[in-house]
């Protein structure tokens, strides 16, 4: 039976670099995908892209491609990303360019394009998804829409012989999905080895997830080896089975317990994960070892997909301050409790309007919502705002700072932070609404 | 006994959702788990606000539990002021919740 091997070589924008490298190198991969665009990350790149349109992609396409592309040509390995981001175009001529500089003529770098829904959601009034309202009501500070596509363009992409891929906006699994159809040729509404597809995809989509990376704890569940954690790649038959695994020698541990985790991370219900490509059903998933750092994936069922495609919306919405500072050695949560207090004191003294604000000690109440621990020997207190606009969060930055001298005694180590907030809101297009298209670069 | 003991956990996000899989090392141990890791246990424990709404999902071929919190992120990512704006941090947290306990012995 016809097999492929698909590798995950970035599970997010600021992934390491060299696991990539030794999967193109070691893995003996059909296909290698990069998975960089988190939500809001193209809103940036957006405004980025407005700025200079040199720019709109992922800022490491560079080095990321220069590390793999070498490899890649002379094992036949087939490269997808959506580190298009903004301006997929930009990124396959930039790709292009490195190409030629790296000596790799004839390659085949395809663009998709077509994410970028803008212009009919805002002509619309579409229902958000994730909140009252519709997009009308995010502005005047709408800055992008991009629809989550599904694999079809990447198929064609791929059918046209394309070496790399880049993508904008496309859902996470379909750019492993996309070289699965390729091969396989499956029917668009062959839903349950779409599924399957799907479950692979989402398998390897956050890379060093599936190792061992944001599992180990030890004593309980131990793993070796994470500062050369290898990267997960599928073999995948023409039904969509699969087995994950990873390049021996590497770090890290594919293991049951691992796949489990990450079948489930950010599935909400594990019967409906609605995807662009169908939905697939994991709740009579079966995960089964198969020998040493290999685990094999069953059980997975498929419905037709949704009628319509989501969209990102990114819009500005207001300022983030922050602000800490160290307090240590007795008293030192009593020091904190009273820093924090000045500053709350001092934000209504100074009459600052804020949409929200929340001030925690960090070591006793800042990520943890519920204890009280023994006496800390060290405290620091976090000082967190959102203001309607930038010069109030820097009066709050500002009064962290100001407690070097005004404040409990002791107090060191003042950080300070002001940024702008993009923050994502979530509508639903048609698909009739999208239609993508392919650009072809050759080096 | 404590949940950590019996399982093992992970945490991710969607949006202003929070999602925490609870998942047996042992087949044996998934009942006892799917009795006392309820939807108001984990909000209790976690010290979630009321206006949290907890899911409970059960997918017995991974002896998993899988939880969603709508509205537990303090507005998601992307626009959070807190520290862990994803909630990653929140399913080891859930670790130290004791299985033998009853509901009502926490209530009193």
């Known amino acids: ?443 | 006994m404590q949940l950590g003991e019996v399982a093992h956990s992970r945490s991710g996000d969607k949006g202003n959702i929070s999602q925490i899989s609870v998942i047996a090392y042992k087949a044996v141990d998934f009942e006892l788990i799917e009795r006392a890791v309820t939807p108001e246990r984990v909000k209790r424990h976690l010290g979630l606000p009321a206006a949290v709404v907890i899911e409970r999902y059960v997918v017995p071929g991974l002896n998993a539990l899988n939880f969603v919190l709508s509205g537990a992120l303090g507005g998601g990512v992307t626009r959070s002021i807190r520290l862990d704006a994803h909630g990653k941090t929140l399913a080891m947290q859930l670790l130290d919740l004791e299985l033998t306990t009853s509901i009502a012995d926490e209530t009193a």
């Not at chain 1, 959506?82 to 396959?92: D, H, Q, R």
């Not at chain 1, 290898?230 to 594919?254: C, I, L, Q, W």
């Not at chain 1, 049951?256 to 599935?267: A, N, W």
């Not at chain 1, 006793?364 to 020997?377: I, M, Q, T, W, Y």
């Open chain 1, 1 to 443: 039976m016809k097999t492929v091997r698909i590798g995950c070589g970035a599970g997010f924008a600021g992934d390491r670099i060299d696991p990539a490298v030794e999967l193109v190198e070691k893995g003996q991969l059909d296909f290698l995908a990069f998975e960089c665009l988190a939500e809001r990350t193209i809103a940036l790149a957006q405004l980025a892209f407005q700025r200079d349109r040199r720019t709109g992609f992922d800022p490491l396409l560079e080095q990321r491609m220069r590390a793999v592309l070498p490899a890649a040509r002379s094992n036949g390995v087939r490269i997808i990303s959506n580190m298009g981001a903004a301006n997929p175009l930009g990124a396959a001529r930039e790709v292009t360019r490195l190409a030629r500089l790296l000596g790799i003529r004839g390659l085949k770098i395809a663009a998709v394009l077509g994410d970028d829904v803008l212009a009919p959601v805002m002509a619309g009034l579409s229902p958000l998804t994730d909140r009252v309202g519709t997009v009308a009501d995010l502005q005047p500070h709408v800055i992008s829409a991009n629809a989550y596509l599904g694999a079809e363009a990447i198929v064609e992409a791929l059918d046209l012989g394309a070496d790399v891929v880049i993508t904008g906006r496309v859902s996470d699994p379909s750019l492993f999905v996309g070289p699965m159809i390729h091969v396989f040729g499956w029917a668009a509404d062959d839903w349950g080895r779409l599924a399957r597809g799907l479950a692979v995809g989402h398998m390897l989509e956050c890379a060093g997830q599936l190792t061992g990376g944001y599992f180990a704890d030890p004593g309980r569940k131990d793993v070796h080896g994470l500062a050369r954690l290898g990267f997960p790649f599928a073999e995948v038959d023409e039904d969509g089975n699969a087995f994950f695994s990873k390049v021996t020698g590497s770090g890290g541990r594919v293991s049951v317990e691992s796949c489990k985790e990450q079948l489930l991370y950010e599935v909400l219900d594990p019967a409906a994960y609605a995807q662009p490509d169908v939905i697939g059903d994991f709740s009579k998933a079966v995960l089964t070892d198969a020998g040493p750092d290999r685990v094999a994936l069953s059980g997975i069922r498929g419905f037709p997909r949704p009628e319509q495609l989501k969209v990102s919306v990114g819009y500005r919405d207001g300022f983030i301050a922050e602000g800490e500072i160290s307090y240590a050695g007795p008293g030192a949560a009593d020091r904190g409790r009273l820093a924090l207090e000045i500053v709350r004191e001092r934000i209504a003294l100074l009459g600052l309007k804020l949409a929200e604000i929340d001030l925690s000690l960090i070591g006793l109440d800042s990520v943890g919502l519920r204890r009280k621990p023994a006496e800390p020997s060290e405290v620091r207190v976090r000082v967190a705002a959102r203001t309607f606009d930038k010069r109030t969060a820097q009066q709050v930055a500002h009064e962290v700072e100001a407690l070097y001298t005004n404040g409990p005694a002791g107090g060191g180590g003042v950080r300070k932070s002001v940024r702008e907030v993009i923050a994502i809101a979530s509508t639903m297009i048609g698909r009739d609404a999208i239609s993508t298209e392919i650009c072809m670069e050759e080096s």
